[in-house]
């Protein structure tokens, strides 16, 4: 399966790169399958698109198929991940493209699934499709990096997401925000793009956030809320009690009153219960596997201080998102978290950062 003889264009570049953004605009909202993007061709010009359906069906292969209004023979399909093999909750994407005449298929990234893994090549091949793979391969490991993790370690990808004064203060005595509306709007995005969101009991107490997502028309699409509070301490009068609605809402606890636990169980929050350490914290790794097992894939946490140390200690996040002010709070700003800036600087060595739309804030990107 060498792509050394795959020759590519720089049509096959641009379509390609289209399918991506179709996949792309599906990211954190497939559940556990993985977002896809596919565009056919014939003769030089687009005749269908499609792109993995919410809460991950119809597949995008499916989709481009079955709206495309041409005749589909003689066509070539670009689409960002390899073709599926196997038999789930709906056929095999491959047996459609087959039976549908296709006569080229070329993809970026082979699947990771072994129940796909390398044969959809093989399979094309065996029934005279012509079949390419690597077109933009760096793009596709890249993109499908935090559904290459959640196949290879059984754990939801972590985002981390962090709001700093330019002296590392997370807090301030006077403003309700450190950073500004527009780096706002991205933690709103950052909020769309991951399916859950977790948080302490403290920042629940102390906050009273909502955890939505509220970028216009994007509501719908707000994850699931995740809190660890060990004692049940969440408020009848708190945002999240009030707005949990159809299993929107975990909370992880160790103990707590029975006649709470009716309440929140009533109020449709889910409740897992698990064990404390030495410490009398939570075992992280426990409840990301937690995480995983009930259908989320892309974690994003919220935490303050105390959270993101651990996180951090335990070398959690897969990815940090550093939101910097370019003012200082001095004496007004309560939270330093400079050690814990020194440890990301030190563990994640891969920098990027977004400011050229952001006022007078920086965003930093770490990645490991």
């Known amino acids: 399966m060498s792509t050394g003889k795959n020759k590519f264009n720089q049509k096959d570049s641009f379509f390609m790169n289209l399918a991506f953004n179709l996949a792309r605009d599906r990211f954190g909202l497939t559940g556990e399958n993985p977002p896809v993007g596919c565009v056919i061709v ?20 499916f989709n481009a198929i079955k709206s495309c209004k041409k005749n589909l023979k003689e066509s070539t399909m670009y689409v960002s991940l390899e073709p599926c093999t196997h038999y789930g909750k709906t056929p095999p994407c491959s047996n459609l493209i087959i039976k549908s005449k296709i006569k080229k298929v070329i993809f970026s990234i082979t ?29 596709g490991n890249k993109f499908y990096e935090p559904y290459i993790y959640n196949k290879t370690k059984n754990l939801p990808f972590v985002t981390g997401k962090l709001a700093v004064s330019k002296d590392n203060f997370i807090y301030s005595k006077k403003k309700l925000r450190i950073t500004n509306k527009y780096s706002e709007k991205i933690v709103h995005l950052l909020r769309y793009v991951n399916d859950s969101i977790l948080i302490s009991s403290k920042t629940l107490n102390a906050d009273n956030p909502r955890l939505n997502c509220r970028l216009r028309g994007l509501s719908n699409f707000s994850p699931k809320r995740i ?23 975990i909370i992880f606890y160790n103990k707590g009153e029975q006649k709470k636990i009716n309440l929140l169980k009533k109020k449709g929050i889910k409740l897992i219960k698990l ?20 259908g989320c894939r892309n974690l994003l946490v919220e935490g303050g201080k105390n959270l993101t140390n651990s996180f ?6 897969n990815e940090f998102y550093l939101f910097k002010n370019s003012n200082k709070l001095g004496s007004t700003g309560k939270f330093n978290v400079s050690t814990q800036l020194h440890q990301l600087a030190f563990k994640y060595k891969n920098k990027s950062n977004l400011n050229s739309f952001t006022g007078n804030d920086i965003i930093n990107i770490y990645s490991k």
């Open 42 to 61: 014939k003769n030089n010009e687009i005749i269908s698109t499609g792109q993995t359906g919410l809460k991950g069906r119809p597949h995008a292969e």
């Open 111 to 139: 699947d990771i699934d072994k129940r796909t893994n390398g044969k959809s090549f093989k399979l094309f091949k065996s029934k005279n499709i012509i079949v390419k793979n690597g077109l933009l391969k760096k793009k």
């Open 227 to 249: 809190i660890l509070d060990r004692h049940l301490s969440i408020k009848k009068n708190s945002q999240i009690y009030l707005t949990s609605i159809n299993n929107n809402t």
């Open 275 to 294: 064990t404390v350490n030495k410490d009398n914290l939570f075992d992280l790794k426990l409840v990301l596997k937690n995480i995983f097992s009930i």
């Open 312 to 317: 951090l200690k335990n070398n959690l996040f």
